[in-house]
């Protein structure tokens, strides 16, 4: 099966500037998640979509951060405007289901902030 | 409550020695404990993973253990090999709310087995 798509693969910015990131999740995964990996950290969850509508955004800084999912399909993430700490990897996953089922992850997007 | 504490940091082994990484909780609601294992720009990739009514689970040349009374896990990859050089992230995810499940990452090991 083919993978987690996304695009850019990497992508730099001034501060203040906006970004946009695309995913495309494995066909038939219900549940996609967005999640931001700074360097030397683990992966840290923005946003987790359930078909087409939000299940979990706490953690989103929505005064910058948007996300959304039309037709519960591919999705964007967008970060207007950009802060020097916005610099990550910011990395798409899906899944089958929620809960145990496994995420499968893209390559992710670096982001580099100046 | 909901971190997850890994160590160490960073691991060096010799090739076809065991590799030990570390993990451990505090919020005794996580139920599920996957490890992922994550190469140079590419994304994490489930490994192995774990549900706490077992205390051992072995796929191949990795194996979890896990304490339920310690709340700690720990990942053992035997015969370490080259081609294991990557960084390692224990997850723990609980039931957060309808259709929720919330996965926390450790902040990872980067193993490196040299020849």
């Known amino acids: 099966e083919a993978g987690v798509a996304q695009s850019p693969r990497y992508k730099i910015i001034e501060k203040r500037q906006s970004v946009a990131f695309w995913c495309n999740p494995i066909s038939g995964h219900a549940t996609l998640y967005w999640y931001q990996q700074i360097l030397g950290q683990g992966p840290k969850l923005l946003i987790q979509f359930q078909n087409n509508g939000v299940v979990d955004d706490s953690q989103l800084p929505k005064d910058r951060f948007s996300a959304e999912r039309l037709k519960g399909v591919d999705s964007t993430l967008k970060i207007q405007p950009a802060k020097l700490e916005d610099s990550a990897v910011y990395l798409c996953?899906?899944?089958?289901?929620?809960?145990?089922?496994?995420?499968?992850f893209g390559n992710g997007t670096r982001l580099t902030v100046t | 409550q909901q971190q997850v504490k890994q160590s160490p940091q960073s691991l060096i082994v010799q090739k076809g020695g065991i590799s030990i990484i570390n993990c451990a909780y505090e919020n005794t609601a996580f139920d599920y404990f996957p490890w992922y294992q994550q190469f140079p720009g590419k994304g994490p990739a489930l490994l192995i993973a774990i549900r706490p009514d077992v205390s051992e689970k072995k796929e191949g040349r990795f194996t979890i253990s896990f304490n339920k009374s310690a709340k700690q896990f720990s990942l053992h990859i035997m015969d370490s090999q080259p081609g294991d050089s990557a960084t390692y992230f224990c997850a723990a995810s609980f039931f957060k709310r309808a259709g929720s499940y919330q996965l926390t990452f450790g902040k990872g090991t980067k193993l490196s087995v040299i020849p």
């Open positions: 996953a899906s899944s089958l289901v929620t809960g145990s089922s496994p995420l499968h």
